[in-house]
């Protein structure tokens, strides 16, 4: 049996601020546990939920030098789903409203971290052949592995792999600052090493200290080797081609389905969804105000209201849309500049669109099992959970052919009836639009495409069934 250890700054159900937690809590669920002993390496935040901190277990403690002091880790643990789950405990760095803040201090908090969770290894008896690190907040692990080893010979022949959920943070500030902090000596702030551009860069040191890198959509791992998606590190990501491949994230089936799902009207499948789903988008309708009509198009938006996920071209073409037989549901905060949009769209037309400008799993769900399609326009996506939510629930998915969307909705083909979705190529407000009206087309006109269009989807399996045997080879290469 291997010992693969997971390290990251989130993971469900304990904290979570993005899709990062979603891989870290339910992927290690998915391995052969005749094969793998998973475990994973979380901070205990002080903004924790607390029915989770009453639930841990004390391990142990001892102190570590951290910026030149010696700082307090405690170890705690919880077993969750059969997989263990260790606790760093230090107020010092963990006490807070939210699990980031400010960028300087986040980086300390983030070092401490990585070398606190290479320092309890020995402590708790569990030696990983392979840590499996996610994003910049564990990009030091790799690095510190690398220190520890002249140390002696419990750290030697540990592999790694570093994980790039999203390329645009990357943990970077002043190179000295951060040599101070961490404790580094100068050999590991070498320009082919964590210095980049005169500072030091937390991520680039654990993509060129890992074994293999992963990304999160293969599509993504092609776009960050160019300077567009490349945020400054194309020419290392290029140069790490062999190294570099890119595993689509799943979806936990259990919490979205649309057969079981406790919080939608009416249970469907990809059988029963003509006539049982059409329940779920007039029970939305009437409890957001709209006008209540089970024929019109309803297509939802359920994101962070931001220039990357495409609301500058939304915001460019919203009143042309408004024109058009749809309705139109929003779900997410985010720039202010999009919320008061969609607020004010929503007080021009109120019988065709509703801005829900907050955050709700509740109504995210409802969202999902209620609009005919979902509108996904991202500048660049790494993945994209969202239009895998959408795909299970029989909501068509129109999005821009980028990263994690290009890999997972099939373009429809009218001539050959094929495709599970809509997608345009260009960052183009009115190429978006023009692809919206004709998912409309096809709504209204040709009502059994459509409907082929929804089962295909729903029939796809993006679970992380799928995703685990992908990592489960990777793993193999590595360890043999």
Not at 11 to 24: E, M, N, Q, S, Y
Not at 220 to 226: G, L, R
Not at 329 to 358: C, D, Q
Not at 404 to 422: C, M, P, Q, R, S
Request: with cysteine.
């Amino acid at each position: 049996m291997k010992n693969i250890l997971y390290v990251a700054s989130e993971a469900v159900p304990f904290i979570k601020t993005g899709g990062l937690a979603d891989v870290v809590g339910s992927l290690p669920k998915y391995f052969d546990r005749k094969k793998y002993d998973v475990r994973v390496v979380l901070p205990k935040y002080s903004c924790m939920k607390q029915e989770w901190k009453d639930k841990m277990e004390y391990v142990d403690h001892f102190y570590m030098n951290i910026n030149g002091e010696d700082q307090y880790v405690g170890i705690l643990k919880i077993v969750l789903d059969k997989i263990t789950f260790y606790f760093i405990d230090n107020e010092h760095y963990f006490t807070g409203f939210t699990p980031y803040g400010d960028t300087l201090w986040d980086i300390e908090k983030f070092a401490f971290f990585s070398k606190a969770a290479l320092s309890i290894l020995p402590v708790i008896g569990f030696r990983p052949d392979l840590i499996h690190c996610h994003d910049w907040q564990a990009g030091l692990v790799p690095v510190y592995l690398d220190n520890f080893r002249y140390g002696g010979e419990y750290y030697r022949g540990i592999h790694t792999v570093m994980t790039i959920h999203n390329l645009k943070f990357q943990g970077v500030w002043d190179r000295d600052s951060v040599q101070r902090i961490t404790g580094l000596p100068d050999y590991y702030f070498a320009p082919d090493k964590m210095e980049a551009y005169d500072n030091a860069n937390l991520l680039k040191g654990g993509i060129v200290f890992a074994d293999k890198v992963t990304t999160v959509s293969e599509t993504y791992a092609e776009e960050i080797k160019t300077p567009f998606f490349g945020e400054g590190l194309d020419g290392l990501m290029y140069a790490r081609s062999n190294d570099l491949s890119g595993i689509v994230n799943g979806l936990d089936y259990n919490e979205y389905c649309p057969f079981m799902d406790p919080i939608i009207k009416k249970h469907y499948t990809s059988d029963t969804f003509r006539r049982n789903k059409v329940a779920n988008k007039t029970a939305l309708q009437e409890e957001l105000g709209l006008v209540k009509d089970s024929k019109v198009m309803m297509i939802g938006m359920v994101s962070r209201l931001t220039d990357q996920k495409g609301f500058d071209l939304v915001d460019y073409v919203m009143d042309e849309l408004c024109q058009d037989a749809v309705q139109i549901v929003v779900l997410g905060t985010g720039e202010v500049k999009y919320e008061n949009m969609f607020r004010h769209f929503a007080w021009k037309y109120p019988e065709k669109v509703s801005a829900n400008i907050f955050y709700s799993e509740e109504m995210s769900h409802k969202i999902y099992a209620s609009a005919d399609a979902f509108l996904m326009p991202s500048l660049f996506e790494p993945c994209g959970l969202s239009q895998l939510m959408s795909l299970r629930y029989g909501t068509v998915p129109i999005v821009r052919e980028t990263g994690g969307l290009k890999d997972t909705v099939e373009a429809y083909n009218e001539y050959e009836k094929t495709g599970t979705g809509f997608s345009f190529a260009n960052y183009n407000a009115h190429e978006m639009l023009h692809t919206i009206r004709y998912a409309e087309r096809i709504f209204y006109d040709k009502k059994r495409d459509w409907n082929k269009i929804v089962e295909r989807g729903m029939e796809r399996d993006f679970s992380w069934k799928n995703s685990a045997k992908q990592y489960d080879m990777l793993y193999k290469n590595l360890l043999g």
